[in-house]
């Protein structure tokens, strides 16, 4: 089965799709998205971020709930995009978050890839599968599900 590429999504587009902005915006770029189906969603960790938490004498981490929010978002820009613009909602609402595991720290230098895939769409219902990954490496993993507004300005 042929799936549509619709591509790629830069951070202009970004940021016209999503209500999000700095410092909640927590992906850089949207690659690889086939219709509603799968995307990647590209994070550049950098050590002035005004999130990251830091211990003494320890390198600082990305809080591992902020990933999972960069995978919402990821799944965000995928739903939208793949929907008339006549049609998409200036919002989109995180309601269920399941089969979270974090297994390692995200620092400074790092660049996170948030690979999402769709497991069920109905409606304005959607339920994804993420994983945050450094390089091959899986760093997090969740079941995400979304709300989307139909017909809601």
């Given amino acids: 089965m042929d799936e549509e590429t619709v591509g790629v999504a830069d951070i202009a587009e970004i940021v016209r ?33 005004p999130f990251l938490v830091h211990y003494p004498n320890k390198i600082p981490i990305m809080p591992g709930v902020l990933m999972i929010e960069g995978m919402a978002q990821t799944i965000g820009v995928l739903g939208l995009r793949s929907m008339p613009a006549s049609e998409r909602p200036r919002l989109l609402f995180l309601v269920t978050i399941n089969k979270v595991k974090f ?10 890839e948030y ?24 760093i997090a993993e969740a079941e995400v ?7 809601a300005q």
């Fill in 115 to 138: 690979h999402v895939d769709k497991i069920m769409r109905r409606s304005n219902v959607g339920r994804y599968r993420g994983e945050a990954k450094v390089g091959r490496k899986l």
């Fill in 103 to 112: 297994r390692e720290p995200a620092v400074p230098g790092d660049t996170l």
């Fill in 145 to 151: 599900g979304l709300f989307i507004p139909l017909g």
């Fill in 17 to 49: 799709l999503l209500p999000h902005r700095y410092p909640f915006l927590m992906i850089d770029r949207v690659i690889d998205m086939r219709a509603d189906e799968h995307a990647v969603g590209i994070k550049n960790v950098t050590f002035d971020e």
